[in-house]
């Protein structure tokens, strides 16, 4: 069979997709992102006036008010880039694990990523932005070799429950790991407090600027695997039958998903549960397909962050929750339902 | 029509770590026909379909297809011509028949191209084929185990290639639909010429349905040839550790295999089988 006859076969229309239904919830999202964006900027712990906030976005910062408004703007942003990239990561890491349960968080990346950098700034005197990121990268990389080599070990290869376990025990460690670096070290206390719990509060555009460019590699890598992650979905077997080199594709996309909760931990800190409960949701939405799945996971994450960030300025006044925390209230009972609801099938 | 293509496997070794499964296996199969694979359990026929299709690495020797190793061909290329169905594929959760059947093109993709019409007239041929175009909207996991396997086997149809490899496609269906699976097969290798190589369990089937046979034992080819050379008593023993009789098919005159167990039959068996 060659050729296919260039004339449409009756059954053509019927299994063309149902693009337009996609298409609407794509324009929901962006929407839902928009007005969260606005909430966040105009909610707070510090009730402010429209006045106040036009005058803010308008560069003016004269007032208290204003000031606060001010300080809105780029927390709303790190929250939106954040949110996307660990919704990204976590869409990408279930593909590449074809595991349910994997999330930067619940896999142990993130806090690899916060033990490579909290144990930089306490004994190499890391400073620079760039290092930092570097670093985070790094022991995000690390983490996730470590997880998936120990989730490995044993009959059936890494199942997503032993997956999800190694994650979470390795997790526990790393965590007791910070706390023992930074015990003793009152004086870096205050400077890594943020690893230890995620959060977006305190962010200045200058803190943003140098994660983008590692984001954006992170995103371009990501979502150029849409493909190969379509056809590891099927097995490895099939997908290698499909041409597709299977630890080629496997550790492309594993690297893009390790710069995203790389970057997205060395300015936010540690946040579980994004990467999980997005993917999740997108699959409702738009079904398994990647090409749609990666970018709706992104623009949900994103969503998702910012009402977050909102609700924990608004549950605590006058003081704030970090976002950190929010996610996990959110994300825990979520995690518990998949396993249950899925008996915890591989995708 | 289909291009012939020749496949081959030329001394052929392959090992998971220090296991040996199959050991200096030559192998040719017929262009334009029908080859059955089959062998007991563990012997080493998934291992065998799994290193034509270039997932598994020979630790000796090569699969040759139209004379080139494949281990050396780029990946899509030899997925434009080889078609590989695994014995237990995934099938994600929710997923629908056309997206499914859909994936079967990805051999023909690059990052950025775009579906196109062909992909399109590809996959509605397969649907065709496989009678599951009224299917197309439904999500896989609500199909019946026959629907499911004449999806896969759709899927693998818009793959457009000459040669498929089908590992058990037939298991876990009832007879009825076994042999709708075979027929749809037979049907392909008549209109199209696509050589079908696939591993079956049932040999009364495989006698039936192939035009080469072949019996693998011990990770060598113990025999092969017409189903009639190949299925005998003697194979079956040496293979399966089975005494049988073996007659003619009375409605297909192919070799019919009927098993000697200890009970039930008026010269039983001696010893247990697999002493
Ligand atoms: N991925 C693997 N790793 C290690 N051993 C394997 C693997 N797959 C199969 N085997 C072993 O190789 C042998 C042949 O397996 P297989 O080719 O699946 O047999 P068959 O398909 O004939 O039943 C079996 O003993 C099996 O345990
Ligand atoms: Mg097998």
């Known amino acids: 069979m060659t050729s296919v006859d260039s004339v449409p076969t009756p059954g053509a229309a019927l299994v063309r997709r149902p693009g337009s239904v996609r298409f609407l919830w794509l324009l929901a999202v962006v929407a839902a992102l928009g007005l969260l964006m606005a ?49 990204l990561a976590g869409a990408v890491m279930q593909g590449v694990t074809r595991n349910p349960l994997a999330d930067p968080g619940v896999l142990g990346i993130n806090m690899g990523a916060s033990l490579a950098v909290v144990a930089g700034i306490a004994w190499f005197g890391l400073f620079s932005a760039t290092s930092i990121i570097v670093t985070a990268i790094f022991g995000a990389a690390l983490a996730a070799v470590f997880v998936y080599a120990v989730g490995s070990l044993g009959r059936g290869g890494p199942t997503p429950l032993k997956l999800a376990l190694a994650g979470a025990a390795t997790s526990a460690a790393l965590t007791s790991f910070i706390t023992a670096i930074v015990l003793p070290r009152g004086d870096i206390a205050a400077n890594v407090q943020s690893f230890q719990v995620g959060g977006v509060g305190g962010a200045t555009f200058a803190t943003i600027t140098p994660v983008l460019p590692f984001l954006a590699v992170g995103l371009v890598i990501s979502l150029l695997s849409a493909r190969s992650l379509n056809s590891l979905a099927l097995g490895d077997e099939l997908a290698a039958g499909l041409g597709e080199r299977v630890a ?56 998702l962050l910012v009402a977050s960030d909102v609700i924990g300025r608004i549950v605590a006044r006058p003081g704030e929750l970090d976002v950190g925390i929010v996610t996990a209230l959110v994300g825990a009972p979520f995690f518990i339902a998949v396993v249950r609801r899925q008996k915890v099938r591989e995708l | 029509m289909t291009a012939t293509h020749s496949l081959a496997a030329e001394e052929l070794t ?12 030559d192998l040719v199969v017929p262009a334009g026909s029908i080859t059955a694979i089959v062998g007991a359990n563990a012997c080493g026929k998934s291992t065998l379909l799994r290193s034509m ?12 297809l139209d004379g080139k190793a494949v281990h050396r061909m780029p990946a899509k290329e030899l997925a434009r011509t080889l078609g590989l169905l695994p014995q237990s594929p995934i099938a994600p959760e929710g997923i629908t028949v056309a997206d499914l059947v859909g994936r079967g093109r990805h051999p023909y993709q690059g990052v950025f191209s775009r579906w196109s019409r062909e992909d399109d007239a590809a996959v509605a041929a397969a649907l065709e084929a496989t009678q599951t175009t009224t299917l197309a909207d439904r999500a896989v996991d609500e199909l019946s185990g026959g629907q499911r396997q004449r999806v896969w086997i759709a899927m693998a149809l818009a793959q457009q290639t000459d040669l498929l490899l089908l590992d058990e496609p037939t298991t876990f269906l009832d007879v009825a639909h076994q042999v709708e699976v075979l027929d749809l097969l037979t049907d392909l290798n008549r209109t199209r010429g696509t050589t079908i190589v696939m591993v079956l369990h049932d040999l009364n089937l495989a006698a039936r349905y192939a035009d080469h046979l072949v019996a693998l034992a011990a990770g060598q080819i113990h025999a092969a040839g017409t189903p009639a050379q190949v299925l005998t008593e003697d194979c079956v023993r040496a293979v399966f550790g089975l005494d049988s009789r073996v007659i003619e098919d009375p409605t297909s005159g192919a070799p019919l295999m009927l098993p000697l167990g200890r009970h039930h039959v008026d010269t039983p068996a001696e010893v247990s089988p697999r002493g």
């Open chain 1, 39 to 87: 909430a966040s900027v105009a909610i707070g712990s510090r009730g402010v006036g429209w006045s106040d906030i036009l005058a803010a976005l308008g560069g003016s910062s004269e007032t208290i008010e204003e000031a606060a408004v001010t300080k809105r703007i780029p927390r709303t942003v790190l929250a939106v880039v954040v949110g996307g990239a660990l919704g």
């Open chain 1, 248 to 303: 080629l594709a496997r550790g492309v996309a594993a690297l893009g998903s390790v710069l995203l909760c790389g970057a997205a931990t060395a300015v936010a800190g540690p946040i579980w549960f994004v990467g999980l409960v997005v993917p999740h949701l997108c699959r409702l939405l738009v079904g398994v397909d990647h090409r749609w799945l990666l970018p709706f996971s992104a623009l949900t994450g994103a969503c």
């Open chain 2, 14 to 25: 392959l090992a998971y770590g220090e296991r040996l499964v199959i050991e200096g296996l």
């Open chain 2, 53 to 64: 299709s270039r997932l598994l690495s020979p630790r000796a020797g090569r699969v040759l």
